[in-house]
Every structure is written in C-alpha cells, then in structure tokens.
C-alpha cells in the first residue's frame, strides 16, 4: 500500500492540475476567412502559373529549351565557318599574306 500511495498522490496531483484550464476558442472570424478562402475564384493567371509549376510542365519546358540551344550550336558553327574563311582569305589576298611568303619572312637571317 505504501508503493501506491505516492503515485496515487501523484496521479491526484496531475488530474488536478487540469482544473483551471479552459478549452482553446478560436478567433470569431476564423469560419467566414476559411470559408471565403475556399469559395474564392481564381484568376486565370493564378491557374496558369499553378499548371506551369507542377513539375512535369517544368520539366518539360527546361528540356525543350535546352534541345533548342544544342539545335542552334550545331548548326550556327557551320554556316559561320564559310563566312569567316572567306572574310579571312579577303582580307589575306589584300595584304599579299600567304603561306608561303610568311615562312619566308619568318626564316631570314640578319
């Protein structure tokens, strides 16, 4: 009896601690902001960047882009090659600057 005692005593002890609480109470315009929430309408742009936001929409788009600029890298140097030979023969024929005539001018001796 003696072993129950102290912990009957503190379980009096707990359950009367309780006594003086009251229950939680919610703010008075807590329903009609949840409620208006719910019920409110959203705007197209809303719903459109909710739908470009999940991640497959997200996904997809980077992927594209990214096959978009690989397209452009491998086709741009082709087309600019020519161009820029052609530009750099130009400008080596109004100089007079040919292979041979450079390694010429590099091995003379003072």
């Known amino acids: ?5 102290p ?9 009367n601690s309780f006594e003086g609480m009251q229950s939680a109470s919610a703010s008075p315009h807590l ?8 019920t ?3 705007s197209l742009w809303v719903r459109l960047g909710r739908f470009l936001s999940t991640p497959a929409v ?9 096959l978009i600029n690989v397209w452009f890298i491998l086709l741009s140097p082709a087309a600019n090659a020519d161009q820029k030979n052609e530009q750099l023969s130009d400008i080596a024929a ?6 041979s005539n450079l390694a010429d ?3 003379t001796l003072p």
């Open 40 to 42: 409110e309408e959203d």
């Open 31 to 38: 329903y009609t902001r949840i409620r208006a929430a719910l």
């Open 105 to 107: 001018q590099s091995n």
């Open 7 to 15: 912990l009957n005593n503190r379980v009096d002890e707990i359950l």
């Open 1 to 5: 009896m003696d072993n129950q005692s």
């Open 94 to 99: 109004e100089y007079h600057l040919n292979s």
């Open 58 to 66: 997200a996904l997809m788009v980077s992927l594209l882009l990214i």
